[in-house]
């Protein structure tokens, strides 16, 4: 594995060229800027790193389920013309290290121990650091930030179950946080993974909102899903079985949230509803964005507007 490999993807992205070419650019360039990065003796992560050519600050770019790094291809390459942007594969998607449960917990603390582990070995510098976070991204940031308030200039998060309220999620996720639901809806994610990578991104929106995967971020979770025996379906479970008890410590500590945050939300999340985001806002005092006629994925669904929300953080 190739554990450090790093393009200048600005110059590439600003080459003048038709619409198609500048696709084929920016995907050919997130592409090229994929390496692997090693945490410790189980984990190694699949990774982007892409260069700006003066960098103004560092973006990094955290998934959800069941998505790997190659969703932020196009906000990446975007960004780099003035930012260095990162991105990996979380434990248990994409290409990353997928060790047994026994070795690595999944859970949301571990998570966050990950993503601390990486700023380090990355070299990133935190003073000049944006965090852009959602789904199952977002509440390890905020773990890690408790402990350390400097770990970033700026957090943003969305989409995302700060709290436990399972009023506010879709039953299949209310099933994952405890038996004995959960490892019924478990295998039934398994069964059904075809549908889930097919059709997770559209479920909630008007026929005329719904959109299409780009081919290589579609292909990417697919041939992702299950690795070393392990599938996304499993870590997430993993991930949920340790959940509420995580979700419970970052409520109970939310006066040590010192790093400035900021909330978005897609206003059609039928996953986690925007109530969630607008209580957790409440809660810290932090400004919340509702996205009209946006779900889940916002980043995916209009990922133009992903990128004037991580410029933004940085004036």
Not at 17 to 43: N, P, R, T
Not at 107 to 123: C, D, H, S
Request: avoid cysteine; glycine fraction near 6%; hydrophobic fraction near 40%.
């Amino acid at each position: 594995m190739s554990k450090d490999k790093t393009v200048n993807a600005a110059s590439v992205a600003a080459t003048p060229a038709s619409h198609s070419s500048k696709a084929f650019a920016s995907a050919q360039a997130a592409h090229d800027a994929v390496g692997f990065i090693e945490i410790d003796e189980v984990l190694t992560l699949r990774r982007m790193a892409v260069s700006a050519p003066a960098p103004k600050g560092t973006v990094l770019l955290l998934h959800g389920f069941p998505e790997t790094l190659t969703v932020w291809n196009d906000v990446a390459t975007t960004l780099a013309h003035d930012y260095d942007v990162h991105a990996f594969d979380w434990p248990g998607y994409g290409q990353s290290s997928r060790p047994a449960s026994e070795r690595f917990s999944y859970a949301p603390r571990a998570y966050a121990q990950v993503l601390k582990a990486y700023i380090e070995r990355a070299g990133i510098d935190r003073s000049k650091l944006v965090i852009y976070a959602t789904d199952i991204g977002a509440l390890p940031v905020l773990l890690l930030a408790l402990d350390e308030p400097t770990i970033a200039r700026q957090i943003i998060v969305g989409d995302f179950a700060p709290f436990d309220r399972p009023q506010y999620m879709w039953e299949n996720l209310q099933n994952l946080k405890a038996e004995p639901t959960a490892s019924p809806t478990r295998a039934y994610m398994n069964k059904t993974s075809d549908e889930i990578l097919q059709n997770v991104h559209r479920r909630g929106l008007s026929p005329a909102e719904q959109f299409d995967l780009p081919v290589d971020v579609q292909q990417d979770m697919t041939r992702s899903w299950s690795l070393d025996g392990m599938t996304s379906a499993d870590a997430f479970a993993h991930y949920y079985a340790n959940f509420t008890g995580d979700q419970h410590y970052l409520e109970a500590n939310l006066t040590r949230l010192k790093t400035p945050v900021q909330v978005i939300w897609g206003e059609k999340d039928i996953y986690i509803a925007r109530e969630m985001g607008i209580e957790f806002a409440g809660k810290i005092g932090a400004k919340v964005d509702i996205l009209s006629g946006i779900g889940h994925f916002p980043h995916l669904q209009n990922s133009k507007q992903t990128v004037e929300e991580i410029r933004a953080s940085f004036r």
